[in-house]
């Protein structure tokens, strides 16, 4: 079964220091996999997705990710942290069920950017 | 390209109560997937429709259904309203939900059971 964990249900960084937000993977397929961010009272945006072409991939809003096979992880970072960022960040996996698919989110962070 | 929309955005229902919350797809996206969000289970899937047909189910109680029309627009039904079903509903919709699909998500719709 395909399954997503974050690590940390909460960060806090301090303005223009880096972001990174965790996520690992278990998939015994090659896993496309998705970074959404949600802001309060809002549905989730897209940021980025993995679908098995670069390892590394580039996001809206200045926001990156990398595949690492060996470590089964799909961690997402910033450079310099703003403090529009605060937000809820999900990592998703998309799971094949019998042909068709649905996606499975981990249990998200929640990023606090200090002023 | 006009994004998901949900209606309404708040609905505020007592125990008992049945509601229906409806999503209109991102045009020529023709499958639309249901979510319920709470703070203490996170974001589960609740179903997919693709072409006016039920493709996948996630483990709720027959309480929710929904259904898909010709227009890929989507309805989401729940009877008997209990506490616990107090949550966002977000709706997304992809092109066909296949290998290669991105789902879009709409602002979803924050039920209040009383």
């Known amino acids: 079964a395909q399954s997503v964990t974050q690590l940390g249900s909460h960060v806090s960084v301090s303005e223009g220091a880096l972001v990174l937000l965790r996520c690992n993977y278990s998939?015994?397929?090659?896993?496309?996999l998705f970074w959404y961010v949600q802001y309060p009272n809002q549905g989730l945006q897209l940021l980025l997705k993995?679908?098995?072409?670069?390892?590394l991939v580039k996001g809206i809003n200045g926001f990156e990710a990398e595949f690492k096979k060996s470590e089964t992880s799909f961690h997402l970072t910033k450079p310099s942290a703003h403090m529009s960022d605060a937000a809820e960040y999900f990592c998703?996996?998309?799971?094949?069920?019998?042909?068709?698919?649905?996606?499975?989110f981990g249990t998200g962070t929640r990023l606090k950017v200090l002023a | 390209k006009a994004g998901v929309t949900q209606t309404p955005r708040y609905l505020i229902k007592t125990r008992g109560q049945q509601v229906t919350l409806s999503c209109s797809p991102i045009?020529?996206?023709?499958?639309v997937s249901w979510y319920q969000q709470t703070p203490g289970q996170g974001l589960q899937f609740l179903f997919e429709?693709?072409?006016?047909?039920?493709?996948n189910k996630g483990n709720f109680p027959g309480r929710f259904s929904g259904r898909q029309f010709s227009n890929s627009r989507s309805e989401m039904n729940v009877s008997t309203l209990e506490l616990g079903d107090s949550a966002l509903y977000l709706c997304?919709?992809?092109?066909?939900?296949?290998?290669?699909?991105?789902?879009?998500f709409g602002p979803g719709t924050r039920l209040t059971v009383l």
């Open positions: 993995y679908t098995s072409a670069a390892t």
């Open positions: 998703a996996v998309r799971a094949s069920t019998s042909g068709t698919y649905k996606y499975i």
């Open positions: 998939s015994s397929v090659p896993p496309y």
């Open positions: 429709y693709f072409s006016e047909t039920q493709r």
């Open positions: 045009s020529g996206h023709r499958s």
């Open positions: 997304a919709s992809s092109q066909i939900g296949g290998s290669t699909d991105t789902q879009y």
